[in-house]
């Protein structure tokens, strides 16, 4: 009897469902917390929508204040990703296949990934350089899965966006080192 029991798999004998949970993230280095579905729109890009940009934002918040943000049903914004200053810490908040509300342009939004940036476009010291190096990583693995050129016509700033009242993410981020990294990366 022992022997015939070690051999039923744990997940039968303890009620639990034997079937892997689906993986929320999109990107392996990224942790999962999601956006109120309040805050962006489901869809199936790329196949409703092709993604042509990947959009760079700066939060001018914090980092959990970004998640919290977007968390709240009232805020109607999201963004894909955030990155940590610090530490370049990567959290996924909407998934690719569905439309962040992060460009205040719904063209643009329905064909970016948006990523936001922890600091304030005043304040250099919160663009570190593993802020840098993760999300130019991240940035660089987007453009692989999309087919997007790794170029500044295609990776722009959230003020590029037409009908944009935003600056970020401001003249002290360093475009020519961003796109050298995600060239590399």
Not at 156 to 167: K, L, N
Request: proline share 6%; net charge negative; with cysteine.
């Amino acid at each position: 009897m022992g022997a015939a029991l070690a051999t039923v798999p744990y997940a039968l004998l303890s009620g639990t469902r034997a079937a892997a949970q689906p993986r929320a993230v999109d990107r392996p280095s990224a942790e999962w917390q999601p956006a109120s579905t309040s805050n962006y729109t489901r869809s199936s890009r790329p196949t409703a929508y092709p993604v042509d940009y990947v959009v760079i934002h700066v939060t001018q918040e914090t980092y959990a204040d970004t998640l919290s943000i977007f968390r709240n049903p009232d805020k109607q914004v999201s963004a894909h990703y955030v990155v940590r200053s610090a530490d370049g810490h990567v959290a996924q908040c909407v998934r690719e296949a569905d439309i962040a509300w992060h460009a205040g342009n719904w063209d643009y939004n329905t064909r970016s990934i948006g990523i936001e940036h922890e600091g304030w476009v005043d304040r250099p010291e919160y663009f570190t350089n593993a802020m840098y190096e993760q999300s130019a990583r991240l940035t660089a693995a987007i453009c692989t899965t999309y087919g997007i050129p790794k170029d500044r016509e295609h990776i722009i700033a959230h003020h590029e966006v037409p009908g944009s009242d935003h600056t970020d993410p401001g003249p002290l981020w360093d475009w020519t080192r961003y796109i050298r990294l995600v060239n590399f990366a």
